[in-house]
Structures are given as C-alpha cells and as structure tokens.
DNA sequence: CCCTAATCATACTCCTTGCATGTATTTTCG
DNA sequence: CGAAAATACATGCAAGGAGTATGATTAGGG
C-alpha cells in the first residue's frame, strides 16, 4: 500500500469518520466490524486505533459529528422564528423530522444510547442541552409554566425520538408524521401558562 | 455434572431465566458472555443454546418476561383509579417509576432496543399498546382531544423513558422523580379538550 | 425392555477485538 | 542541513466469545 503525503493524512481521519458514519448506517454498529470498515476505506485496523482508541472511540466520533451538524441544523431552524415560542415549537418538529433520518435513528438513537452508556460526555445530552435552555427562557419570560427545564426537555426529547421510530416503522411515513405533529402540538400546549 | 430429574428440567428453563435477568442487569448484555452465564448457573452453553436459539433469544425472552411482569404492575394501577383520566394519570407516574429500576432501565430500555431491533414481536410495543388502548377510550369518551391515539401513546412513552433515564442519571433520585411527574403534569394537561 | 425424542455436556471452529511491534514519513532542533 | 523524536500508519499475534456438531444420558411410551 502507498503511503500517503502531508495533505491526504490531515485528511484521513476524516474520510475514515464518514466512512464509518455511512457504513454503521447501513450495517448498525454490532454487525460492522473493523475489518469490514478497512474494507471499505482502504486503510488498515493501525490507522483505526491510532486515530479512535476502540471502536466505542469510533463510534463516538461519529456521534459526536452527527450531533453537531444537527444541532446547526435546528439552530438555524429556531432562528429564523417570529418569537420564541414560535421557535421552540419549530425546533421540536426539526428534531422529530430529523430523527427519521436512517443515520440519526441507527447510530445516534439506537447504537450510541446502548454502547456509550455514560462514557461519552454529550452524545445526545447535547442536544438535550439546547432545547433545556430554551425552556428556560420561555419559563423566564412567563411563556411556559414554572418546571424543571431539564425534566421538561428530557421528557420531550424523548418523546420526540420514541415518535420518530414510530413513524419510521410505518409504511405512510408522511401521514405519520404529521399525526405525530398533531400529538406533539397537543403535549406542547399544555406547557403555556393558563391565561 | 450429575443428571437432572425430570422436575428439575422442567424447571431449566425458568432458573435460566433468572440468572440471564440478574447478570444481564448486572453487567448489560453486550458485557455477558455465554460463559459468565454457564458460570452463575449451573448448567452448560448446550442447555442454554437448546432452550433459547441464540443470545439474541436469550435476551428477547427475559424482555418478553419483565415486559409482562410490569404491564401486570402498571394494569393493577390504573385498575384502582377513580375515573379514566385519573387512571391514565396514575398509570403514566407508575410507568415512570418502575422505568427507573435498573432492570427495566439496562436491560428494556436500553440493550433491547439496540440488540433486538425488529425482531422482537412486541419488546416494549406491548407497553405502548396498553397506553395506546387507553388514550383511545379517553378520547372516545371526549375527555382527550381528537389525535392519533399510536402517536400520542408514542410520543408519552418516549418521554417517560427519556425521564427516568434523566432521573437516575442524577444523584438525588426523588427530587428529579418530583419534578419530572411536574413535568409530565404540565405536558398531559395539553390533552385534555378544552372547556 | 427397548426405542425414540427430549435434554443437556463437551469439543471444536470461526470470527473479532485489541495490542504489540515494525516501518515509513514528518517535524523539530541544534 | 542532518540526526533525533514524534507522528501516522501497517501487520502479525493472542485472547476471548458466539455458534455448531456431536456425543451422552434420561424420560416416557409401547
């Protein structure tokens, strides 16, 4: 095998991110081994462990990518929102629209939550992280009803990602979810203050 | 190894059951080994390969046990409420707390939702059922509003899970428990068709 | 009393992970 | 500029785990 310039290992280790990315999404995480991913990419097992420690490190990285390109992704979303409760609301039907991506689902949703019990730092806590912020300033600004902002965003970020598998298990995606936005709406409205 | 009676073989396949249960929420699934297994019992990866397929099947029977033992704990909970609305309530705070045992925790909600992807017939389904049934009544009766009663019990679900991993991630377990029963309050209220 | 099927034990095979070591390239520095 | 150190891989090896094949033992029926 030839070895590489300069330039092509600064980029290594990302191509080796997104190929591991596009092949635990196809395959899940337990069904891939690291000779099928050498396989793939065409460098060996040495580069892997250099770069990601194990194969949690791997699977890490990848989340940790993921997690990241979609929490922009909702950023932009909420941003471009009227007020804040419009935004919020916005936010929650990005994340339910996003977790029906097959990457998202598999890796993030499913793989990361039983392999990386409490040893990764964010994973998805990061995105829980956001929306527990935003619950706290509609709770400051009298918009939503006093709570604890982390067992609100917990509990819809869960139901959120449980909906999101439940539309992508049907057949009509569409039409699923857009009975799950309608549920969603539902639970939402109860957060608002009584006026 | 001595021979078993006949009685005692009949009783394999539930004593086997309760050693995969208690190592499975001990050490998780993808931890155990088929030997960490013959090792608790007493018995050999033969026995434990005839009764039960694979790992896999291992695990989807020891699913299928808890899940029926709790849908029994939860059914006996709503069974004493007032009305259906205080029923469903009440069932959805007793989901909470039994989601908080680690059994359910380590071994339901999270291996069994990695390992056995589709392949189980009901995994948790059959919780999310029961819920399903009653959000139906309720809605039928004109005391929830008009939804899809799979979304809705989907979308409550998930959050309830979400919650109770938050809850035991925390180091004062009953305050969290308090405050995402608020939380859960708040979000049930929206159902509720307005007077 | 023998025969068959059920129930378990044991001995393998194959695959995978992680590590240890080797090698080439780059960087650092006197 | 040249050597030493660090970086970025490649490759071979050992340990362990899953699943299977086959053998042994017993129950139960005719």
Same mark, same amino acid.
């Given at each position: 095998?030839?070895?590489?310039?300069? $330039?092509?290992?600064?980029? &290594?280790?990302?191509?080796?991110?997104?190929?591991?990315?596009?092949? #635990? *999404?196809?395959h899940g995480y337990a069904? *891939?081994?690291?000779?099928?991913?050498? %396989?793939?990419?065409?460098? *060996?097992?040495?580069?892997? !462990? !250099?770069? #990601?420690?194990? @194969?949690k490190g791997l699977l $890490?990285?990848?989340?940790?990518?993921?997690?990241?390109? &979609?929490?922009?992704?909702?950023? $932009?979303?909420?941003?471009?929102?009227?007020? +804040?409760?419009?935004?919020?609301?916005?936010?929650?039907?990005? !994340?339910? /629209?996003? =977790?029906? /991506?097959?990457?998202?689902?598999?890796?993030?949703?499913?793989?990361?939550?039983?392999?990386?019990?409490? &040893?990764?730092?964010?994973?998805?806590?990061?995105?829980?992280?956001?929306?527990?912020?935003?619950?706290?300033?509609?709770?400051?600004?009298?918009?939503? +009803?006093? =709570?604890?902002?982390?067992a609100l965003a917990s509990?819809?970020?869960?139901?959120?990602?449980?909906? %999101?598998?439940?539309?992508?298990?049907?057949?009509?995606?569409? +039409?699923?979810?857009?009975?799950?936005?309608?549920?969603?709406?539902?639970?939402?409205?109860?957060?608002?203050? @009584?006026?």
């Amino acid at each position: 095998m030839v070895r590489r310039t300069r $330039a092509e290992m600064e980029e &290594t280790r990302a191509t080796r991110l997104a190929t591991a990315r596009r092949v #635990f *999404t196809g395959h899940g995480y337990a069904d *891939t081994s690291m000779d099928d991913l050498t %396989a793939q990419a065409n460098l *060996t097992r040495g580069a892997l !462990y !250099y770069h #990601f420690g194990d @194969k949690k490190g791997l699977l $890490a990285a990848v989340v940790e990518q993921i997690d990241a390109e &979609t929490d922009q992704r909702r950023q $932009a979303v909420s941003d471009t929102a009227e007020d +804040a409760w419009e935004g919020f609301r916005g936010r929650c039907r990005a !994340y339910l /629209e996003m =977790a029906l /991506e097959p990457e998202i689902q598999r890796i993030v949703l499913r793989d990361a939550r039983a392999v990386l019990d409490g &040893t990764s730092p964010d994973s998805q806590r990061h995105c829980i992280q956001s929306m527990q912020r935003m619950i706290d300033n509609l709770i400051r600004q009298g918009i939503v +009803a006093e =709570a604890d902002p982390q067992a609100l965003a917990s509990l819809i970020h869960g139901g959120l990602a449980e909906a %999101a598998f439940w539309i992508a298990d049907g057949e009509d995606g569409s +039409a699923r979810l857009a009975q799950a936005v309608d549920a969603l709406e539902l639970s939402l409205r109860g957060l608002l203050v @009584k006026r």
